[in-house]
Structure formats: C-alpha cells, structure tokens
C-alpha cells in the first residue's frame, strides 16, 4: 500500500521536525483511515545540515576503529563539533598502495538531534524505526546501469548530474557507477 500525504505547514523545516504534535496526528490518522498495519516506519528527508564527504583512507579490520579514524580525519576540515553528530560511511572503492589496503569512503555525518526527533516521532505514532533515508540515496535505487531514464541509458564509468529545481530548493546530484557522490542542497527556489 502506498498513499501520499501533505505535512502540515511549517511542521517540518530543512528535514527537521517543527511541529511534532501536528506530524504525529496526520502520520497516526493517515495510518489507521487507510488500513496500514505496519510495525516499522523509514523516513525520508532532505536536510542542508547533513555533511557529506569523500576521504581516502587505509581500510581497518574494526568498525570502531574506522569510526575513530574518519572522526579524526573529519576534526581536522570541518568547523563543527562531532560529538553533535552520528558518523556514517561506506567504502565505495578499495586498492592498494604500497601494499597498503585502502579505501576511497563516502562519509555521512548526520546531527543526533534530527535522529532523536525522528525515532521519538516513530515512537509517538507506535512503529519502530527502521531506518532514516536521505532523499538523495533514492537515486540509488532508481539511477541503475543498464536501465533508461527519460529514454537515455545508463552506462558503467559515465558520471551523470541530476538537477532538482524546487520552489524553495535547488539539489545537485553526481551518480558515478551507481552511487550518488556528491550532493548540494541549495536553498533557493
């Protein structure tokens, strides 16, 4: 089942919840006037103060140890405080240089508060949450070598750039074999 419905005006603002109580209403009636009987919830959002970067770095056994090593290398370019935020990755390529296994990761850092608000709101509605998406990691699922889009195919090694005009925002996208490596989301519409 699938049904689209607007969220209440200024309840949400740059993927951050405004108006948790107006959400939690419209989510628990939308749910239960159509019939949805699902125990977990994805969101899906679009935030400017996500920060995304590409770091190239050795490739470590431990999660952990990788967590520490990005946070380490993200202190020294970004002017934030990351304890504020949860680091994500994901290697999106792997080599070797000098015998040293290494890695080019595609970092997320996303601020806990903007967690926080979406787990309390799944809780408030009674889902667990399953997962928080970024609008722009649909396109990969959709933006698939081999498949065509408005009659152009995509090919392997092509970089493609994809453009969302908004009436609030602009986002700009780079897909590279698959993966979305490079998002700005532009507040002006």
């Known amino acids: 089942k699938m049904i689209q419905v607007n969220t209440p005006l200024n309840s949400i603002q740059e993927g951050y919840i405004k108006?948790?109580?107006s959400?939690?209403?419209i989510l628990k009636?939308?749910?239960?006037?159509?019939g949805f009987k699902t125990k977990s919830a994805i969101f899906n959002i679009n935030?400017?103060?996500l920060i995304?970067?590409?770091?190239?770095?050795?490739?470590l056994k431990k999660n952990d140890e990788t967590i520490k090593m990005i946070r380490y290398e993200l202190e020294q370019f970004l002017?934030?405080?990351l304890d504020e935020y949860k680091v994500i990755f994901r290697i999106i390529k792997q080599y070797q240089v000098d015998g040293i296994k290494k890695g080019s990761y595609l970092i997320y850092a996303v601020p806990t508060k903007l967690i926080d608000d979406y787990k309390a709101l799944?809780?408030?509605?009674?889902v667990n949450l399953y997962a928080i998406d970024l609008s722009f990691n649909s396109l990969e699922k959709v933006f698939i070598i081999g498949r065509s889009i408005n009659g152009i195919k995509i090919e392997k090694d092509k970089a493609y750039y994809i453009l969302e005009m908004g009436h609030k925002s602009?986002?700009?996208n780079v897909m590279y074999n698959n993966i979305n490596l490079f998002t700005r989301l532009i507040n002006l519409g």
Not at 29 to 34: A, D, K
Not at 52 to 59: K, Q, S, Y
Not at 122 to 126: D, L, W
């Open 29 to 34: 009636q939308t749910l239960s006037s159509n």
């Open 170 to 172: 602009l986002i700009f």
């Open 47 to 49: 935030t400017t103060s």
């Open 52 to 59: 995304t970067r590409t770091v190239e770095l050795p490739i």
């Open 19 to 21: 108006d948790m109580e």
């Open 122 to 126: 799944a809780e408030s509605i009674g």
């Open 79 to 81: 002017p934030v405080v």
């Open 23 to 25: 959400l939690r209403s």
